[in-house]
């Protein structure tokens, strides 16, 4: 049986790089371009049999793109999904108006997404895990992109309800980045008791989601994770202006100088080798708080 492929075309890299892992966990094959162009000699050259795209990309937009594939009889009938950050009634109009399927880019767009591809490319699909309300099991035991992405997520709405009260309390909002659920427990029941919120995310894609929502006062950053590592998470968030003036300490067990350099180059406010004291941790986002005007309210 032939393997069905799928092109992916969108400029966020970190959007593209999950999708892909998740798309291939179906059975999926993969094809990737970071712009409007790039994708349209890629499905002219080989078409694919079905099109997840961006409507703005550089060198033109997903929605042209799709218009210049529906004048095509050899690519009309391939199904195009838009997934977009935009939102507006129009841009649903358009999507619609041209027969492609509209999904709005979130941290839980691939609950809309695995649907429409197991019905648009008749795949059989495993229903998704309930979700366990015991404690996450070790990193190698739990889920793909998405299920880190939803818990961000998940995360964040529980502590939503609370942010009010943390900001007129002070409180400053640390957001915990680790593979590892033993080492986020940790950071959280001892950042905790020195009167921080806490927000814990076990993988970059999932940190990323959670620092535009939550926006926290500070980051603290393990390097060696799947799917997207801490320095390809640093250089996302030092990019993006929501999120570029969030100060980042990297946490990691690799004391090689050169990478010490080359994070502190990238944006890292600090760099602490694992182990490490608590209180030299606490130390340092004391400093680098103070040094953003924000106050610590610490009780070591």
Not at 138 to 158: F, H, I, V, Y
Not at 240 to 245: A, D
Request: net charge negative.
């Amino acid at each position: 049986m032939r393997t069905k492929s799928v092109l992916i075309a969108d400029d966020d890299a970190m959007l593209v790089r999950v999708l892909t892992v998740r798309c291939r966990h179906l059975g999926l094959e993969v094809r990737q371009a970071s712009d409007a162009m790039q994708a349209l000699v890629m499905i002219h050259k080989d078409p694919p049999d079905l099109i997840i795209m961006d409507v703005s990309m550089p060198a033109g937009d997903g929605l042209s793109a799709c218009k210049m594939l529906a004048s095509d009889s050899r690519l009309q009938e391939i199904p195009v999904i838009i997934l977009t950050g935009r939102s507006d009634e129009q841009i649903r109009e358009q999507v619609g108006g041209m027969g492609a399927h509209y999904v709005l880019k979130s941290p839980d767009c691939w609950q809309e997404i695995k649907p429409l591809l197991g019905r648009l490319l008749n795949l059989e699909l495993e229903s998704e895990p309930t979700p366990d309300p015991k404690p996450a099991p070790p990193a190698a035991d739990r889920g793909g992109p998405a299920r880190r992405m939803q818990e961000a997520r998940s995360a964040a709405r529980l502590s939503s309800s609370k942010s009010a009260a943390d900001h007129a309390s002070g409180r400053p909002r640390v957001l915990v980045v680790d593979d590892d659920p033993s080492v986020t427990e940790a950071l959280r029941i001892r950042l905790e008791s020195s009167n921080y919120r806490v927000i814990c995310a076990h993988g970059g894609a999932a940190a990323y989601w959670a620092a535009m929502e939550q926006k926290p006062n500070i980051i603290t950053l393990d390097i060696g994770m799947p799917e997207l590592d801490g320095a390809d998470l640093l250089k996302k968030l030092k990019s993006h202006p929501l999120t570029r003036g969030i100060p980042v300490i990297v946490l990691t067990g690799n004391t090689d100088q050169s990478t010490k350099k080359e994070l502190l180059n990238l944006g890292a406010a600090a760099y602490l080798t694992k182990p490490f004291q608590s209180s030299d941790l606490l130390l340092e986002i004391e400093n680098i708080l103070a040094a953003a005007g924000t106050e610590a309210h610490t009780d070591h």
